[in-house]
């Protein structure tokens, strides 16, 4: 619905469209609460771009990340859930409602849900920025095809950086991880990455430059921690895994809180320092970064967001 | 005209590079299908279709790239395309 301001209006307005929104949408639209999620990215979030999904309740043999998508995107949909794609800009609560401004336009909604995940980090050093594309990725389903037999290096030693150097085998048998420190990843990857014929690990390495040529990304300069030697790797192609930061910038001004890394702080029930607006998954402060507690947080904030709007109509 | 935009027309503007295992890509193409935009569909698995991105983008790997009008986007929001191709296509 639009008012004469071309203001849209809707019930519960859910920001990101990955595992924990699509989940909490099924709730709130088979109990008829009008909902519309804004997705800026991919539908399906970091699921959707993970290249199969073993540890998700209720499939047996996994399943392909982008098949979950289309299949929880399928579900919300099937019960009205609305997405549109752009990007929510901000939010602030004016009265009652609260206003969420879009790329796409604005929203006048009764209660909101935060479920925006995460987003890679950089390893800020020189040359990552210009080869972008170019040499340097941050997601191996997404690009690692462009480099069948191709000489490649992975930056990072948690989960996400041994399971994506274990899916870019399919590609090359000439893969290096650089591992900073000590692996942070659980034990069954480490061992299947170190055991892994075309992966070879090097401990101790930080990256501090990734130099080109001809345009394209050419080697990795790194220092070794505790002999403080510099050695150059050759690389075709560079993947950085070096963990994920909150998608919170567009609330930084808000009020809502957040903890000393950027994720937003909930109560019990979910719910943020304002009160009508919710978080759930991976964006939360406390969140255990699973498809599993995604889905089961985003049916959680959606029944607290359902009491939420009863008590408020009751109290009108 | 075709609707599923594997064969577009001449009047087309659209070269959408893309590939199966590309979930962007498959988000990108639901939406173009859905607001009618046809496009020439290049899958990069092919070697020449990969060449010709390349040379297309100045050597940067990453799908999905459009080249509309004869300019570049490389993963453009939906809503972009729409209003790129829109005066074109309607
Ligand atoms: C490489 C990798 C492998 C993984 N493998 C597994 C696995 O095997 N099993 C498992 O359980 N988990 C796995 N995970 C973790 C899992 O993907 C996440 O826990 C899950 O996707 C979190 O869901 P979410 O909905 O909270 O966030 P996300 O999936 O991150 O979705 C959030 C969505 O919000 C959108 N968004 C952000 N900001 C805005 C904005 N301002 N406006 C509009 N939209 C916005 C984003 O584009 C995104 O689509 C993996 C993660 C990675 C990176």
Known sequence: MEDSNNMKKTTVLMVGAGPSALAASVYTTREHIETVLVEKGVIGGLAAITDKIDNYPGFAEGI??????????KQAERFGAKIELGEVKSIEKIGEDILVKTTDGDYSAEAVLLATGSDYKKLSVPGEKEFYGRGVHYCATCDGAFYKDKKIIVVGGGNSAAQESLFLTRFSNDIT???????????VLVEEVENHDAITVEMGWQVSEIVGEDNKVARVVATHLETDKTKEFAADGVFVFVGLKPNTDFIKNSKIELDDYGFI????????????????GDVRSGATMQIASAVGEGATAALKLRMYLENKHRAK | MSKNGNHASDKTPVIFYSAKWCAYCHQLQKYLDSNDITYEYLDVDVEANQQSMLEASGGRYLIPTLVINGEVYQNPPGPLVKELVNGRQQ
């Not at chain 1, 650089?178 to 659980?186: D, I, K, P």
């Not at chain 1, 702080?265 to 759930?280: E, H, R, Y």
């Open chain 1, 177 to 187: 991880v650089l591992v900073r420190s000590e692996w942070r990843a659980s034990d």
């Open chain 1, 265 to 280: 702080k909930t109560d019990s029930n979910l719910q943020t320092t304002i009160p009508g607006v919710f978080a759930s």
């Open chain 1, 64 to 73: 392909a990340g982008l098949e979950l998508a289309d299949q929880l995107q």
